[in-house]
T-cell receptor, first 116, second 116 residues
Framework: AQKVTQAQTEISVVEKEDVTLDCVYE???????LFWYKQPPSGELVFLIR??????QNEISGRYSWNFQKSTSSFNFTITASQVVDSAVYFC?????????????FGQGTELSVKP | NAGVTQTPKFRVLKTGQSMTLLCAQD?????MYWYRQDPGMGLRLIHY???????AKGEVPDGYNVSRLKKQNFLLGLESAAPSQTSVYFC???????????????FGPGTRLTVL
């Protein structure tokens, strides 16, 4: 069975602080994708990044960076110099392509509050 | 390009009433999904479709039915609404589920359903 765990339910930081959101996943499949989505207060889900199971390179996009480690089954997300606009719920998700029809298995989400 | 749209945005039902949620996408995506989002539980898959005329059960299918008569539309039906179906419903679509091809899911804005 597949599972995604985001142990941090809520995180509160002050603007300009760095913050890391943890994601741990479980799957027995060797081919899978990991995703991060952002859900701002307006409610829509915004795609942030996709990473496949064969690519362990870290990725940086502006103030966002992702650390994928298969050895610990983790796909953590770091926001550098956080801003108030980063306040949102962030979801980590797992997709097992070959057997899962591409469906996403979501973690419970981490609510990030960035205070000015 | 409207992306993924959902109708209606809000709805209030009484227990036992029926309704249909409509999801439409104009990106020629093959795969479509219905999720529900409940507090503290992330998003959970209700049903999904891997192509026109096909549907499959997800994680929480009981009490729901779906149809995919046209490639661009995916309907979610509640035959006899129950208070436990109070939730936010998200539709999503993706071009592919194959490794190496764009397979991120694009989400609609959500439908907030309350069953009294």
């Amino acid at each position: 069975a597949q599972k995604v765990t985001q142990a941090q339910t809520e995180i509160s930081v002050v603007e300009k602080e760095d913050v890391t959101l943890d994601c741990v996943y479980e799957t027995r499949d060797t081919t899978y994708y990991l995703f991060w989505y952002k859900q701002p207060p307006s409610g829509e889900l915004v795609f942030l990044i996709r990473r496949n199971s064969f690519d362990e390179q870290n990725e940086i996009s502006g103030r966002y960076s992702w650390n994928f480690q298969k050895s610990t089954s983790s796909f953590n997300f770091t926001i550098t110099a956080s801003q108030v606009v980063d306040s949102a719920v962030y979801f980590c998700a797992l997709s097992v392509l070959l057997t899962g029809g591409g469906k996403l298995i979501f973690g419970q989400g981490t609510e990030l509050s960035v205070k000015p | 390009n409207a992306g993924v749209t959902q109708t209606p945005k809000f709805r209030v039902l009484k227990t036992g009433q029926s309704m249909t949620l409509l999801c439409a996408q104009d990106m020629n995506h093959e795969y479509m999904y219905w999720y529900r989002q409940d507090p503290g539980m992330g998003l959970r898959l209700i049903h999904y479709s891997v192509g026109e005329g096909t549907t499959a059960k997800g994680e929480v299918p009981d009490g729901y039915n779906v149809s995919r008569l046209k490639k661009q539309n995916f309907l979610l039906g509640l035959e006899s609404a129950a208070p436990s179906q109070t939730s936010v419903y998200f539709c999503a679509s993706s071009y592919s589920v194959l490794a190496g091809i764009n397979n991120e899911q694009f989400f609609g804005p959500g439908t907030r359903l309350t069953v009294l």
